[in-house]
Protein backbone atom coordinates (compact mmCIF):
# COMPACT_ATOMS: atom_id res chain seq x y z
CA UNK A 1 0.00 0.00 0.00
CA UNK A 2 1.39 3.42 -0.80
CA UNK A 3 1.43 6.19 1.59
CA UNK A 4 -1.11 8.50 2.00
CA UNK A 5 -1.58 11.95 1.71
CA UNK A 6 -1.97 13.94 4.89
CA UNK A 7 -4.67 15.94 3.43
CA UNK A 8 -6.90 16.33 0.31
CA UNK A 9 -9.40 18.93 -0.34
CA UNK A 10 -13.43 19.63 -0.62
CA UNK A 11 -15.86 22.15 -1.37
CA UNK A 12 -17.91 22.84 1.71
CA UNK A 13 -21.24 24.81 1.88
CA UNK A 14 -20.94 28.00 4.40
CA UNK A 15 -24.23 29.51 3.28
CA UNK A 16 -27.47 29.25 2.16
CA UNK A 17 -27.43 30.34 -1.05
CA UNK A 18 -30.47 33.55 -2.02
CA UNK A 19 -31.11 33.29 -5.77
CA UNK A 20 -27.49 32.50 -7.96
CA UNK A 21 -25.22 30.88 -5.33
CA UNK A 22 -21.97 33.01 -4.84
CA UNK A 23 -18.88 32.28 -4.04
CA UNK A 24 -18.84 33.49 -0.49
CA UNK A 25 -21.67 30.55 -0.37
CA UNK A 26 -18.71 27.90 -0.34
CA UNK A 27 -15.58 27.27 0.57
CA UNK A 28 -12.69 24.61 -0.69
CA UNK A 29 -10.79 23.70 2.69
CA UNK A 30 -8.20 21.39 3.24
CA UNK A 31 -9.14 18.43 5.26
CA UNK A 32 -6.70 15.09 6.85
CA UNK A 33 -6.87 12.23 5.08
CA UNK A 34 -6.98 9.08 7.21
CA UNK A 35 -6.79 5.33 6.84
CA UNK A 36 -10.32 4.00 6.31
CA UNK A 37 -12.00 2.34 9.07
CA UNK A 38 -13.58 -1.04 8.86
CA UNK A 39 -16.09 -1.99 6.10
CA UNK A 40 -14.54 1.06 4.09
CA UNK A 41 -12.69 2.44 1.20
CA UNK A 42 -10.35 5.41 0.74
CA UNK A 43 -11.09 6.56 -3.06
CA UNK A 44 -8.67 8.92 -5.16
CA UNK A 45 -11.89 10.72 -6.74
CA UNK A 46 -10.91 10.88 -10.99
CA UNK A 47 -14.17 12.78 -11.42
CA UNK A 48 -16.75 14.30 -10.10
CA UNK A 49 -20.22 15.00 -11.21
CA UNK A 50 -22.40 18.31 -10.83
CA UNK A 51 -25.98 18.32 -11.53
CA UNK A 52 -29.00 20.56 -11.72
CA UNK A 53 -30.51 18.91 -8.40
CA UNK A 54 -27.50 20.14 -6.47
CA UNK A 55 -28.99 23.65 -6.72
CA UNK A 56 -32.41 22.25 -4.52
CA UNK A 57 -29.73 20.97 -1.82
CA UNK A 58 -28.14 24.13 -1.08
CA UNK A 59 -31.86 25.21 0.45
CA UNK A 60 -32.69 23.94 3.98
CA UNK A 61 -35.71 22.47 2.83
CA UNK A 62 -37.48 19.31 3.02
CA UNK A 63 -37.70 17.54 -0.15
CA UNK A 64 -37.14 14.01 -1.79
CA UNK A 65 -33.52 14.36 -0.68
CA UNK A 66 -31.74 15.89 2.10
CA UNK A 67 -30.36 19.61 1.88
CA UNK A 68 -26.74 19.73 2.46
CA UNK A 69 -25.25 20.76 5.34
CA UNK A 70 -23.56 23.47 6.61
CA UNK A 71 -19.88 23.04 6.77
CA UNK A 72 -19.77 19.60 5.75
CA UNK A 73 -18.92 18.52 2.19
CA UNK A 74 -21.56 18.77 -0.42
CA UNK A 75 -21.59 15.02 -2.46
CA UNK A 76 -22.91 13.94 -5.56
CA UNK A 77 -22.06 10.95 -8.18
CA UNK A 78 -17.84 10.58 -8.21
CA UNK A 79 -15.77 7.69 -10.11
CA UNK A 80 -12.08 6.97 -8.70
CA UNK A 81 -9.79 4.59 -7.85
CA UNK A 82 -9.17 2.55 -4.47
CA UNK A 83 -6.42 3.89 -2.61
CA UNK A 84 -6.53 1.94 0.18
CA UNK A 85 -9.19 -0.54 1.60
CA UNK A 86 -10.35 -2.24 4.79
CA UNK A 87 -13.75 -4.14 3.11
CA UNK A 88 -13.97 -7.64 1.58
CA UNK A 89 -14.03 -7.58 -2.04
CA UNK A 90 -12.19 -4.25 -2.83
CA UNK A 91 -8.56 -4.04 -3.50
CA UNK A 92 -6.44 -1.16 -4.23
CA UNK A 93 -6.75 0.12 -8.05
CA UNK A 94 -10.16 -1.22 -8.67
CA UNK A 95 -11.90 1.24 -9.84
CA UNK A 96 -15.71 2.25 -8.33
CA UNK A 97 -18.36 4.51 -8.44
CA UNK A 98 -19.53 6.04 -5.37
CA UNK A 99 -21.51 9.33 -3.59
CA UNK A 100 -19.18 11.38 -2.22
CA UNK A 101 -18.25 13.78 -4.78
CA UNK A 102 -16.93 17.31 -4.49
CA UNK A 103 -13.98 16.24 -2.84
CA UNK A 104 -10.22 14.63 -3.52
CA UNK A 105 -10.44 11.57 -1.22
CA UNK A 106 -13.49 10.05 -0.13
CA UNK A 107 -13.34 7.45 2.45
CA UNK A 108 -16.63 5.61 1.18
CA UNK A 109 -18.76 2.86 3.19
CA UNK A 110 -18.35 -0.03 0.89
CA UNK A 111 -21.95 -0.81 0.53
CA UNK A 112 -22.23 2.21 -0.92
CA UNK A 113 -19.65 1.77 -3.96
CA UNK A 114 -20.19 -0.20 -7.26
CA UNK A 115 -17.54 -1.55 -8.86
CA UNK A 116 -16.62 -0.25 -12.20
CA UNK A 117 -14.39 -1.27 -15.86
CA UNK A 118 -12.85 1.13 -16.86
CA UNK A 119 -12.16 -0.90 -20.25
CA UNK A 120 -15.76 -1.15 -20.85
CA UNK A 121 -16.03 2.98 -20.89
CA UNK A 122 -13.63 5.63 -20.21
CA UNK A 123 -14.66 6.45 -16.10
CA UNK A 124 -16.23 9.65 -16.61
CA UNK A 125 -19.44 7.56 -18.52
CA UNK A 126 -19.97 6.06 -15.57
CA UNK A 127 -21.52 9.56 -14.39
CA UNK A 128 -23.30 10.47 -17.44
CA UNK A 129 -24.19 7.83 -20.08
CA UNK A 130 -23.81 4.71 -17.96
CA UNK A 131 -24.59 6.65 -15.26
CA UNK A 132 -27.79 8.48 -13.20
CA UNK A 133 -28.59 10.88 -16.12
CA UNK A 134 -28.34 7.92 -18.79
CA UNK A 135 -30.67 5.55 -16.27
CA UNK A 136 -32.89 8.79 -15.41
CA UNK A 137 -32.99 9.38 -19.51
CA UNK A 138 -34.17 5.59 -19.87
CA UNK A 139 -36.69 5.10 -17.78
CA UNK A 140 -38.24 8.17 -17.65
CA UNK A 141 -38.65 8.05 -21.48
CA UNK A 142 -39.83 3.83 -21.39
CA UNK A 143 -41.43 3.85 -17.91
CA UNK A 144 -42.69 6.84 -16.90
CA UNK A 145 -44.27 8.33 -20.40
CA UNK A 146 -44.75 4.79 -21.43
CA UNK A 147 -42.86 5.71 -24.99
CA UNK A 148 -44.46 4.02 -27.70
CA UNK A 149 -43.43 2.87 -31.88
CA UNK A 150 -44.01 5.99 -33.55
CA UNK A 151 -44.54 8.86 -30.66
CA UNK A 152 -43.52 12.14 -31.20
CA UNK A 153 -41.26 13.11 -28.72
CA UNK A 154 -40.07 16.45 -27.73
CA UNK A 155 -37.43 17.58 -25.01
CA UNK A 156 -36.50 20.45 -23.46
CA UNK A 157 -32.72 21.23 -22.33
CA UNK A 158 -32.04 18.25 -25.47
CA UNK A 159 -28.00 19.01 -25.28
CA UNK A 160 -28.00 18.14 -21.76
CA UNK A 161 -26.75 14.50 -20.22
CA UNK A 162 -30.32 13.60 -19.90
CA UNK A 163 -32.26 15.11 -22.75
CA UNK A 164 -29.81 14.34 -25.56
CA UNK A 165 -29.73 10.79 -24.18
CA UNK A 166 -33.88 10.93 -24.69
CA UNK A 167 -33.97 11.81 -27.71
CA UNK A 168 -31.79 9.40 -29.25
CA UNK A 169 -33.53 6.98 -27.69
CA UNK A 170 -36.48 7.44 -29.23
CA UNK A 171 -34.95 7.83 -32.37
CA UNK A 172 -33.22 4.68 -31.88
CA UNK A 173 -36.79 2.77 -30.92
CA UNK A 174 -38.93 4.46 -33.76
CA UNK A 175 -40.18 8.03 -32.89
CA UNK A 176 -42.21 9.44 -35.59
CA UNK A 177 -40.22 12.44 -34.99
CA UNK A 178 -37.87 13.86 -32.21
CA UNK A 179 -37.83 17.61 -31.53
CA UNK A 180 -35.31 19.23 -28.82
CA UNK A 181 -34.76 22.61 -27.80
CA UNK A 182 -30.89 24.31 -26.72
CA UNK A 183 -29.95 27.55 -25.92
CA UNK A 184 -27.34 28.35 -28.23
CA UNK A 185 -27.39 27.80 -32.34
CA UNK A 186 -24.11 25.39 -31.73
CA UNK A 187 -26.06 23.11 -29.33
CA UNK A 188 -29.26 23.29 -32.38
CA UNK A 189 -26.79 21.89 -35.01
CA UNK A 190 -25.46 19.36 -32.53
CA UNK A 191 -28.67 17.81 -32.01
CA UNK A 192 -29.67 17.56 -35.92
CA UNK A 193 -26.44 16.92 -37.17
CA UNK A 194 -24.66 14.49 -34.38
CA UNK A 195 -28.22 12.91 -32.55
CA UNK A 196 -30.43 12.36 -35.10
CA UNK A 197 -33.06 14.77 -34.02
CA UNK A 198 -35.69 15.60 -36.49
CA UNK A 199 -35.58 19.51 -35.89
CA UNK A 200 -34.24 21.66 -33.13
CA UNK A 201 -34.41 24.97 -31.92
CA UNK A 202 -32.80 27.54 -30.16
CA UNK A 203 -34.98 28.66 -27.11
CA UNK A 204 -33.33 32.00 -26.00
CA UNK A 205 -33.29 33.66 -29.67
CA UNK A 206 -35.72 32.08 -31.84
CA UNK A 207 -39.25 33.72 -30.35
CA UNK A 208 -41.44 32.21 -28.77
CA UNK A 209 -40.84 28.14 -27.27
CA UNK A 210 -44.80 27.86 -28.34
CA UNK A 211 -44.74 28.81 -31.39
CA UNK A 212 -41.32 27.58 -32.58
CA UNK A 213 -42.38 24.27 -31.00
CA UNK A 214 -45.55 24.17 -33.17
CA UNK A 215 -43.19 24.71 -36.31
CA UNK A 216 -41.18 21.87 -35.59
CA UNK A 217 -43.41 19.40 -34.50
CA UNK A 218 -46.91 20.53 -36.67
CA UNK A 219 -48.72 17.35 -36.05
CA UNK A 220 -47.90 17.95 -32.37
CA UNK A 221 -46.42 15.68 -29.86
CA UNK A 222 -47.53 12.76 -27.65
CA UNK A 223 -44.24 12.19 -25.41
CA UNK A 224 -42.41 15.36 -23.57
CA UNK A 225 -39.91 14.97 -21.83
CA UNK A 226 -39.43 18.39 -19.31
CA UNK A 227 -35.85 19.22 -17.61
CA UNK A 228 -36.96 23.21 -17.84
CA UNK A 229 -40.39 24.00 -16.74
CA UNK A 230 -41.85 27.53 -17.09
CA UNK A 231 -42.36 28.22 -20.61
CA UNK A 232 -41.28 24.90 -22.04
CA UNK A 233 -44.27 23.18 -20.32
CA UNK A 234 -46.98 25.71 -21.22
CA UNK A 235 -45.60 25.11 -24.88
CA UNK A 236 -45.75 21.45 -24.78
CA UNK A 237 -49.23 21.63 -22.82
CA UNK A 238 -50.52 23.75 -26.39
CA UNK A 239 -48.91 21.32 -28.65
CA UNK A 240 -49.80 18.02 -27.28
CA UNK A 241 -52.35 15.65 -28.96
CA UNK A 242 -54.97 13.80 -26.97
CA UNK A 243 -53.68 11.19 -24.95
CA UNK A 244 -50.51 13.17 -24.28
CA UNK A 245 -47.91 12.31 -21.59
CA UNK A 246 -44.95 14.44 -19.96
CA UNK A 247 -42.32 12.83 -17.64
CA UNK A 248 -41.44 16.55 -15.23
CA UNK A 249 -37.80 15.45 -14.43
CA UNK A 250 -36.51 19.16 -14.03
CA UNK A 251 -37.61 22.97 -13.97
CA UNK A 252 -34.05 24.32 -14.23
CA UNK A 253 -35.63 27.51 -15.25
CA UNK A 254 -37.05 27.87 -11.97
CA UNK A 255 -34.15 27.04 -9.61
CA UNK A 256 -32.69 30.06 -8.71
CA UNK A 257 -36.24 32.24 -8.87
CA UNK A 258 -36.70 33.97 -5.59
CA UNK A 259 -40.42 33.74 -6.44
CA UNK A 260 -42.72 31.59 -6.80
CA UNK A 261 -42.84 31.32 -10.77
CA UNK A 262 -46.37 31.16 -12.27
CA UNK A 263 -48.24 27.85 -13.15
CA UNK A 264 -48.56 26.98 -17.12
CA UNK A 265 -51.70 29.31 -17.96
CA UNK A 266 -53.07 26.59 -20.47
CA UNK A 267 -53.86 24.07 -17.66
CA UNK A 268 -57.16 23.48 -18.29
CA UNK A 269 -56.09 21.92 -21.66
CA UNK A 270 -54.58 18.75 -19.51
CA UNK A 271 -58.53 18.15 -18.99
CA UNK A 272 -59.76 17.88 -22.83
CA UNK A 273 -56.70 16.57 -24.03
CA UNK A 274 -56.65 14.03 -21.31
CA UNK A 275 -52.98 14.42 -20.76
CA UNK A 276 -50.88 12.49 -18.18
CA UNK A 277 -47.96 14.98 -16.39
CA UNK A 278 -45.65 12.67 -14.58
CA UNK A 279 -42.85 13.54 -11.86
CA UNK A 280 -39.75 11.10 -11.67
CA UNK A 281 -36.78 10.64 -9.44
CA UNK A 282 -34.40 8.11 -10.66
CA UNK A 283 -34.20 6.76 -7.81
CA UNK A 284 -37.70 4.53 -8.17
CA UNK A 285 -36.45 3.06 -10.97
CA UNK A 286 -33.56 1.00 -9.50
CA UNK A 287 -34.44 -1.99 -11.50
CA UNK A 288 -34.44 -1.16 -14.51
CA UNK A 289 -30.71 -0.56 -13.91
CA UNK A 290 -29.05 -4.27 -15.32
CA UNK A 291 -31.48 -3.70 -18.59
CA UNK A 292 -30.70 -0.02 -19.19
CA UNK A 293 -26.68 -0.91 -18.84
CA UNK A 294 -27.22 -3.87 -21.40
CA UNK A 295 -28.98 -1.75 -24.19
CA UNK A 296 -27.28 1.49 -23.79
CA UNK A 297 -23.99 -0.60 -23.56
CA UNK A 298 -25.07 -2.32 -26.52
CA UNK A 299 -26.22 1.19 -28.39
CA UNK A 300 -22.80 2.64 -27.63
CA UNK A 301 -20.55 -0.11 -29.19
CA UNK A 302 -23.11 -0.44 -32.28
CA UNK A 303 -22.39 3.47 -32.62
CA UNK A 304 -26.02 4.21 -32.79
CA UNK A 305 -25.78 6.54 -29.49
CA UNK A 306 -23.67 8.89 -28.86
CA UNK A 307 -22.39 11.30 -25.93
CA UNK A 308 -20.68 14.21 -25.43
CA UNK A 309 -19.05 16.19 -22.29
CA UNK A 310 -17.97 19.12 -20.60
CA UNK A 311 -15.22 18.34 -18.44
CA UNK A 312 -13.53 21.39 -16.28
CA UNK A 313 -10.45 20.75 -14.93
CA UNK A 314 -9.30 20.85 -11.23
CA UNK A 315 -11.22 20.79 -8.05
CA UNK A 316 -10.44 24.59 -8.04
CA UNK A 317 -12.73 25.16 -10.78
CA UNK A 318 -15.62 22.96 -8.99
CA UNK A 319 -17.85 25.76 -7.89
CA UNK A 320 -17.31 27.34 -11.37
CA UNK A 321 -18.31 24.28 -12.78
CA UNK A 322 -21.33 24.42 -10.78
CA UNK A 323 -22.38 27.88 -11.79
CA UNK A 324 -21.51 26.57 -15.66
CA UNK A 325 -23.77 24.19 -15.71
CA UNK A 326 -26.85 26.29 -14.16
CA UNK A 327 -26.39 28.87 -16.87
CA UNK A 328 -26.60 25.80 -19.60
CA UNK A 329 -22.62 26.45 -20.89
CA UNK A 330 -22.71 22.28 -20.70
CA UNK A 331 -22.50 20.43 -23.51
CA UNK A 332 -23.56 17.03 -22.65
CA UNK A 333 -23.01 15.53 -19.17
CA UNK A 334 -20.74 18.22 -16.88
CA UNK A 335 -18.15 16.64 -15.22
CA UNK A 336 -15.11 18.09 -12.80
CA UNK A 337 -12.05 15.96 -13.70
CA UNK A 338 -9.21 15.78 -11.09
CA UNK A 339 -5.39 16.47 -11.33
Known sequence: MTALPASGREWHLVARPHGWPKAEDVALREVPVTEPGEGRILVRNKHFSVDPY????????????????????????AVGEVVASN????????????????????????????KVDASLAPL????????????????GLFEVASFKEGDAVFVSGAAGAVGSQVGQLARIKGASRVIGSAGSDDKVKLLVEEYGFDAAFNYKSGGSVKEQLKEAAPDGIDV?????????????????????????????????????????????QVIGKR?????????????????????????????????????????????????????????????????
Request: aromatic share 10%; with cysteine.
Open 54 to 77: MRGRMNDVKSYTPPFKLDHPMDGG
Open 87 to 114: ADGFAVGDHVLHGLGWREYAQVPARYAV
Open 224 to 268: YFDNVGGEHLEAAISSFNLHGRATICGMISLYNSTEAAPAPRNLA
Open 124 to 139: SAYLGVLGMPGLTAYA
Open 275 to 339: LRLQGMLVGDHQALQPQFVKDVAGWLASGELKYRETSVEGIDNGFDAFLGLLRGENTGKMIVTLN
